[in-house]
T-cell receptor, first 118, second 113 residues
Framework: AQKITQTQPGMFVQEKEAVTLDCTYD???????LFWYKQPSSGEMIFLIY??????QNATEGRYSLNFQKARKSANLVISASQLGDSAMYFC???????????????FGRGTQLTVWP | NAGVTQTPKFQVLKTGQSMTLQCAQD?????MYWYRQDPGMGLRLIYY???????DKGEVPNGYNVSRLNKREFSLRLESAAPSQTSVYFC????????????FGQGTRLTVV
C-alpha cells in the first residue's frame, strides 16, 4: 500500500485565488512527520512546510499552510493568494519516527501539477 | 554553500553498461537518500543510509547498489543498466530526526538506450 496518496494529478487556479492540494497518508506509527516540497520546471526540490504528528496547531509558512486532520490522515497544502510563480509540481512526503523497519526513511507521493493562470 | 552535489548531471548509457552516480554533501548530515523520479510516479526511494557505514533498501532497490563511502559521500551504482532505469535520479541528505527537511541535489538525468 502506498504510504502517501495524492489524488490530484493536476490542478488549476487563477492568480490571487487560494488552492488546496490534497494529501493522505498511511501509517500505524504514532510518531511521524509530514512535508511538502515544490518542484518547479527547472527541476530542483524546494522544501515548503512541515507538520509533526504531535503538533497541536496547523503549520504555516507565509502563504503556505497545512490543513492537518489527524483522524482522517490527511495533510492538505493550502496556498493562499496564488502567484504565477507557484506553477510547479508539489509533493507530499512522510517520515515515520518509531517503527524500526522504516525509521528515518522519507516517502513521497506521486505529486500534483499546479498551474496558475492569469 | 554547495549543499548536495551530484555528478554527472546528464548521462546516456547503452544497455548493459555500468556507471556510478556520485553524491556529496557538505552539511555534516547523517542521513542520505537516493531517489528516482519517473513521470506519474513521484519520487521513489531506492536506498537510504542512516549513518556512515549503514545502508538499507528502499522501495525500488533492484538493479542498484550503493556505497556510503564516508559521512559526506553516498554513491549509487548501476552494474548492468537497463532501459527501465531511464529516469531522473536525486540524491538527498538530512539531519537525523523526525522533523528534519531533506536537502536535494540538482538531479541526474539518465537515459539507457
Amino acid at each position: 500500500a502506498q504510504k502517501i496518496t495524492q489524488t490530484q494529478p493536476g490542478m488549476f487556479v487563477q492568480e490571487k485565488e487560494a488552492v488546496t492540494l490534497d494529501c493522505t497518508y498511511d501509517t500505524s506509527d504514532p510518531s511521524y512527520g509530514l512535508f511538502w516540497y515544490k518542484q518547479p520546471s527547472s527541476g530542483e526540490m524546494i522544501f515548503l512546510i512541515y507538520q509533526g504528528s504531535y503538533d497541536q496547531q496547523n503549520a504555516t509558512e507565509g502563504r503556505y499552510s497545512l490543513n492537518f486532520q489527524k483522524a482522517r490522515k490527511s495533510a492538505n497544502l493550502v496556498i493562499s493568494a496564488s502567484q504565477l510563480g507557484d506553477s510547479a509540481m508539489y509533493f507530499c512526503a512522510m517520515r515515520e519516527g518509531a517503527r524500526g523497519s522504516t525509521l528515518g526513511r522519507l516517502y513521497f507521493g506521486r505529486g500534483t501539477q499546479l498551474t496558475v493562470w492569469p | 554553500n554547495a549543499g548536495v552535489t551530484q555528478t554527472p548531471k546528464f548521462q546516456v548509457l547503452k544497455t548493459g553498461q555500468s556507471m556510478t552516480l556520485q553524491c556529496a554533501q557538505d552539511m555534516n548530515h547523517n542521513s542520505m537518500y537516493w531517489y528516482r523520479q519517473d513521470p506519474g510516479m513521484g519520487l521513489r526511494l531506492i536506498y537510504y543510509s542512516a549513518s556512515e557505514g549503514t545502508t538499507d533498501k528502499g522501495e525500488v532497490p533492484n538493479g542498484y547498489n550503493v556505497s556510503r563511502l564516508n559521512k559526506r559521500e553516498f554513491s549509487l551504482r548501476l552494474e548492468s543498466a537497463a532501459p527501465s532505469q531511464t529516469s531522473v535520479y536525486f540524491c538527498a541528505s538530512s539531519e537525523t530526526g523526525l522533523n528534519t527537511e531533506a536537502f536535494f541535489g540538482q538531479g541526474t538525468r539518465l537515459t539507457v538506450v
